[in-house]
């Protein structure tokens, strides 16, 4: 039904690796108006340390007064 299909976000991204130490990351989230209506860009970056993985990513509004406006998202990995 209709409503079932309002339940699917959609997010779509790219990812390129620079000498295999420096990730740059792209992508775009989208959620239907009626389940929190959540759009935005995403800008990212990783680096690879010996053992560690540190990530970044900054989330870019597609529309005004959105709660995530300018987040910052970052993750610390750890590789055995």
């Known amino acids: 039904t209709a409503e079932e299909i309002r339940e699917i976000n959609y997010s779509t ?3 390129a690796w620079l000498f295999d130490k420096v990730a740059l990351r792209a992508g775009y989230f ?3 108006a009626t ?21 970044l990513a900054y989330l870019i509004p597609t529309q005004q007064k959105n709660p995530l406006e300018n987040t910052v998202r970052g993750s610390l990995l750890l590789n055995f």
């Not at 389940?35 to 990530?55: D, E, M, P, Q, S």
């Open 13 to 15: 991204g790219l990812e």
């Open 30 to 32: 989208h959620e239907a």
């Open 35 to 55: 389940k929190g209506n959540r759009k935005f860009a995403t800008l990212g970056l990783g680096v690879k340390i010996k053992f560690f993985n540190v990530n």
